[in-house]
């Protein structure tokens, strides 16, 4: 979108809030677009325009946030819906992004909020999941196996040929075989309700000390773990050994699970799946969307998709290792 054009929109958003300032947030890794409106009357607020999702986007993010408030999980109040505009209206959580604050905060209170963190993925797997039965809206089209390989696809097209400049067809054949394994083993995972995005820059510290839940409009059925491998495995911030430990341990505790997730193969197959589709996500972006700070965040997915394969005593993780060593990666 152009600059006039831009003027355009913040200038209609203005009269139909009747706002007095406006500022355009940063972008996440979509096509939406997110403004903060200062209004008298209501105080700020937020707007989310989604025009290339429409309408059953908007339908899709309302029933998700209504889902995830029934069961327990902090979301923003939908306060207007607007078809014309494409626009979703939610109350105002802050600017204070975990993953913005967490370098400043102590250890203690590091340890409680990832914790808190882990404890929203639990309850959305083990109580989300029971509401979800087959005809709800958000059962439709789970995160099976020919997803899992399409969001692959990404790390093959957008980072691996596209940003590396990789062509040579035996490394790509190799490759293309490594995502087709940890597409079918991901998806050998029971299916469970996930966030599918739940990690420190979607997670919003309140006024009030706890967690709010951003970016839902995505939640659906998805391999056990898959949230769990977010937080544990988050490209956006360093959490430690003490602290990745304890959150898995509540996870586990509250969904009630027998076995640990650390000593589960099926966290890290999910984790190397998401890792990788996270890495192509970043190359698109900067790439399709030209939007070159999601560049930064490859380093640190590359060292956690490297050391989840470590952690696999699967015969065919030490060759993994070797390809993504070819492709770029550093050695774990």
Known sequence: MNTSQQTEREQILLRRFEGDALT???????????????????????????????????????????????????????????????????????????????????????????????????VIAKRGT????????LACRPLARERLRIELAMFATHDVAGRRGISDRELLRELAE?????????????????????????LMLLDDGVLGVLDFQDTLRAPMYYDLASLLFDPYVEIGQQIFTASARCYRELTGMTL???????????AAQRLLKAIGTYSAQARTAHRPHFLKFIPAAERRAMSVLEGLSDAAAPEAIKLLERVGFAAP
């Open 24 to 122: 355009r947030l940063a972008p996440d890794a979509s096509t939406r677009s997110f403004y903060r409106i200062a209004t008298r009357a209501r105080g700020t607020m937020i707007v989310l325009i989604d025009e290339t999702g429409g309408l059953a986007a908007l339908d899709r993010m309302m029933t998700a946030g209504r889902l995830l408030d029934e069961i327990g999980v902090r979301v923003p109040r939908l306060l207007e819906r607007d078809d014309a505009l494409s626009a979703l209206v939610f109350e105002d959580f802050g600017s204070r992004l975990l993953a913005d604050v967490w370098s400043e905060l102590p250890f203690s209170e590091k340890r409680r909020l990832h914790g808190e963190a882990a404890e929203i993925a639990a």
């Open 178 to 202: 490594l995502l087709d394994r940890i597409a079918e083993q991901a998806s050998l995972s029971p299916q469970l309700l996930a966030h599918r995005d739940l990690h420190s820059r979607n």
């Open 130 to 137: 029971v509401l979800v039965c087959d005809d709800h809206p």
């Open 260 to 270: 640990d997730p650390l000593d589960d193969p099926r966290l890290h197959w999910v």
